[in-house]
């Protein structure tokens, strides 16, 4: 008999919730963690819960955005009950600033896009924009507002995930990296540890983040790869409400006190596993958020740090079966994952618990790049650079 039902591998946020919600199910389930729970990709991103595009590869993406956006506040609710502890979510909203000499026509085109797409932004003129959020720079040539966005603290967030997900029944292993799927007879049959240990289970849930890639046992292997993002935390004495943005940067409030902490970002760099901050990183964070809030000059940088985005040849998620059965996989989720979480975890809950889902997930299969031998490894053609990540110029703003 397996030792677990359900061996979910990494305690990301993507993890732990899928942990969570088979355990809810009364399934024992064993999260796996190489490290400390919690301390990679879903520790350093910046919390923003955007299902607006950020280029045109993320189209196809916004239908799964909105529906995990929808699921937020009775998930927010659920784990900060379980927990007992606060998430920092917000729902105030995005302004999006728009600089270029071309920013009007920008400006008609980000909102058609948007309506098409089911997402109900508003123009605004820069006066309007600076009414809302008295710190912005009066230089913007246009902005509009995504009232419907929302942030959460991440950090927060994984920490009372994990709470209620122990509370709940999982049994965490942290310390306790993975080398391997274990695949008997064409079924995966749980995993091997890098010290041998075998862990069995009916299923396992693959959700490694940028990491994925290295577990052993499968094929081909599964084709992440991690784009770098560095970030600046700052200590503002002009506290802002929204969450602002443009092409090139955001910030993200955290909190609502004086002095108030800011997050900002970022860079998208294919530099590997490599986890430097660097001077050109934080220079070219640190400009745009003062090009956006001036006032931003006098704040206090109070830390730096950068994570690795799961990144996937189409920069969508790998979520689904992985045709070999009690595999699924749940990972690649990019710059959108924090966002991704509840909807994520609901699917995969689906899957294991019900055997159907109730969304067609079909685009994100985790085997659609199988045939094509360019995305075994991942596409590392721009490797060692910075990211195109707003291939269509500057409607799109960046995450
Ligand atoms: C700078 C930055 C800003 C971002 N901003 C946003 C944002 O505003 N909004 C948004 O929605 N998303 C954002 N993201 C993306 C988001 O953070 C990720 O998509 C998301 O956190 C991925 O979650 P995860 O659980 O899949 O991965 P992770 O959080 O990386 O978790 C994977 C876990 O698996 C563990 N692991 C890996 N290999 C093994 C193994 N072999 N054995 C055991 N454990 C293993 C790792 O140690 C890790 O703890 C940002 C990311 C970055 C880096």
């Known amino acids: 008999m397996p030792s677990h039902e359900a061996i979910i591998i990494g305690a990301g946020l993507v993890g732990s919730a899928i942990a969570l919600r088979l355990a809810q199910e009364g399934l024992r389930v064993a999260l796996i963690e190489k490290n400390k729970p919690g301390r990679e990709a879903s520790w350093a991103g910046a919390g923003m819960l955007s299902p607006a595009p950020d280029a045109p590869a993320s189209i196809p993406l916004v239908p799964l955005g909105r529906a995990s956006l929808n699921l937020y506040p009775q998930f927010i609710a659920e784990i900060e009950e379980i927990s007992g502890r606060r998430t920092g979510y917000r729902s105030d909203g995005a302004i999006e600033l728009l600089f270029s000499a071309e920013a009007e026509r920008e400006l008609s085109t980000l909102i058609a896009l948007h309506h098409a797409l089911g997402l109900p932004t508003e123009p605004l003129s820069v006066d309007e924009a600076i009414k809302l959020e008295p710190g912005l720079t009066a230089r913007a040539r246009a902005a509009a507002y995504l009232p419907y966005e929302a942030c959460v603290?991440?950090?927060?967030?994984?920490?009372?995930?994990l709470a209620a997900a122990l509370i709940s029944g999982v049994e965490l292993l942290p310390a306790t990296p993975v080398r391997a799927i274990v695949i008997d007879q064409g079924r995966c049959t749980g995993v091997r540890t890098e010290d041998g240990t075998l862990?069995?289970?009916?299923?396992?849930i693959v959700a490694a983040g940028a990491f994925s890639g290295l577990?052993?046992?499968?094929v081909p292997p599964l084709s992440t790869r991690p784009i770098r993002g560095q970030m600046v935390a700052l200590q503002s004495q002009s506290p802002i409400r929204h969450v602002v943005r443009c092409e090139h940067g955001y910030i993200v409030p955290r909190d609502s006190g004086t002095p108030q902490r800011l997050v900002t970002g970022s860079t998208l760099e294919d530099t590997g596993f490599d986890k430097s901050v660097t001077a050109r990183g934080t220079e070219k964070i640190l400009t745009v958020a003062q090009e956006m809030v001036p006032t931003l000059s006098n704040a206090e940088i109070v830390e730096l740090w950068c994570g690795l985005r799961p990144d996937t040849p189409d920069h969508l998620p790998l979520l689904g079966p992985a045709g070999v059965d009690g595999l699924t996989i749940a990972?690649?989720?990019f710059r959108n994952g924090i966002?991704?979480?509840p909807i994520s975890a609901k699917l995969v809950r689906e899957l294991i618990v019900e055997q159907?889902?109730?969304?067609?997930w079909d685009i994100f299969n985790p085997l659609r790049f199988a045939e094509g031998k360019s995305a075994a490894n991942g596409d590392?053609?721009?490797?060692g650079g910075q990211v195109s990540g707003n291939q269509a110029g500057s409607k799109f703003a960046h995450k």
């Open 153 to 161: 603290d991440n950090r927060a967030l994984v920490e009372a995930l």
């Open 199 to 204: 862990f069995s289970a009916q299923d396992v």
């Open 215 to 218: 577990l052993e046992g499968i």
């Open 331 to 333: 990972t690649g989720h």
């Open 339 to 341: 966002l991704l979480t």
């Open 356 to 360: 159907r889902v109730s969304m067609d």
């Open 380 to 383: 590392n053609s721009s490797s």
